[in-house]
């Protein structure tokens, strides 16, 4: 088949009529039948290019072809028949759903309307109820964190607190310690022995290096000795206060180098434990300090016997017997100051274990008075 084209075709129509107007050479040849043949070859070549079928064809062929070219358009006749009655029955089906809706189906579709009207009211009321209930949520959330923030800064404060307690306890821990460490200690510690000294130099007895007793070839001041005989007696009236023991017959009044001793029973008097180099009333002023050495040695027996009765294993390491310590005097009269001076050590030594003894009662009562931890 020859498209619209090649059929409209100047050149073409030229050759098919057999050329134009002009009276030329040119188109006298193109009249002749060679002319005609070689035109009609190239017509033929040409529709066979643009056609499945070979050109030119005979009368059979033709009639072949015409008859599949009639059963094709046939078939596609068919084709657009089905196509045209599918088509119908889709528009009919159309038609006829459109005109089965009732007026019952548009009420109940009216009626879904306004349920659907109604749930949207009551959504959007809810809508509403929900959006104040989280204004609320919103304000409870923000005391909350308020709160919060006040509970934290509480925290912290209560556990600044706390580690300024803890550091506290410590300290007063450390200290307790301290304390109790320096309460052993002196616990260990025998003040009197530090107050106390008793000790010796040479043939001399020695209370805080105050030395009691003289000697031809060593002599001594009587400010010396009238300061360990002070000494002495206030050591004494010390220990007889810690055993709560209260001397007969005597008082002991300690006054340094002045110190005496009264009697408050029988022939009341005072006696003067502390001497002096005037020769000037020499043997009355003796006689004098005597009597306070015996009232001295008197005293020191009876704290003795004192602390064996508290003490059933504790015994004086010189027995006394009215002036007599050790089977020496203590009076200085009539008296050689050898003698003298070793009486007097007998005597500081009978206090030293006095005082001995009385620590240890102190220790102990101490110990019994201290709870358990």
């Not at 009211?121 to 308020?146: D, G, I, R, T, Y």
Request: with cysteine; aromatic share 8%; glycine share 6%.
């Amino acid at each position: 088949m020859l498209t619209r084209s090649q059929v409209s075709s100047p050149l073409l129509a030229q050759q098919l009529s057999g050329g134009g107007g002009s009276g030329s050479k040119d188109d006298q040849n193109k009249g002749s039948l060679s002319y005609r043949l070689k035109v009609a070859g190239k017509l033929f070549d040409l529709i066979s290019g643009v056609s499945d079928v070979e050109h030119p064809l005979c009368q059979d062929c033709a009639e072949e072809l015409t008859i599949k070219l009639e059963k094709k358009l046939s078939e596609v006749r068919k084709e657009k028949e089905s196509y045209a009655a599918y088509l119908a029955g889709l528009e009919s089906a159309e038609k006829e759903a459109e005109n089965q809706v009732t007026d019952a189906d548009i009420a109940l579709l009216k009626e879904k309307e306004q349920n659907a009207l109604n749930v949207l009211k009551e959504l959007e009321k809810e809508k509403v109820s929900l959006a104040e209930e989280l204004l609320a949520v919103e304000a409870e959330m923000k005391e909350l964190e308020e709160a919060e923030l006040s509970y934290w800064q509480d925290v912290n404060s209560l556990q600044s607190e706390l580690n300024s307690y803890y550091n506290e306890r410590d300290s007063v821990n450390l200290s307790f310690q301290h304390a109790s460490t320096q309460l052993e200690k002196l616990k260990k510690t025998n003040v009197y022995n530090d107050t106390f000294r008793i000790w010796h130099d040479g043939p001399f007895g020695t209370i805080n290096g105050f030395r009691m007793g003289r000697l031809p070839q060593q002599p001594v001041e009587w400010s010396e000795i009238n300061a360990a005989m002070g000494q002495a007696l206030l050591l004494l009236d010390t220990l007889a206060n810690k055993l709560n023991f209260t001397f007969k017959t005597y008082r002991l009044v300690p006054m340094g180098s002045f110190s005496r001793i009264e009697k408050i029973e029988g022939d009341k008097a005072v006696y003067e434990l502390y001497g002096s180099g005037d020769l000037k009333g020499m043997l009355f002023w003796n006689r004098r300090f005597d009597n306070a050495l015996v009232a001295f040695l008197n005293c020191l027996q009876q704290l003795g016997d004192q602390a064996e009765q508290q003490d059933s294993k504790f015994r004086l390491p010189y027995r006394i017997n009215k002036d007599k310590i050790g089977d020496t005097s203590i009076r200085l009269q009539f008296n050689q100051d050898e003698a003298w001076t070793k009486a007097l050590k007998y005597a500081l030594i009978n206090i030293k274990w006095i005082l001995a003894f009385c620590c240890m009662k102190l220790n102990s009562r101490s110990s019994n008075a201290t709870p358990s931890v």
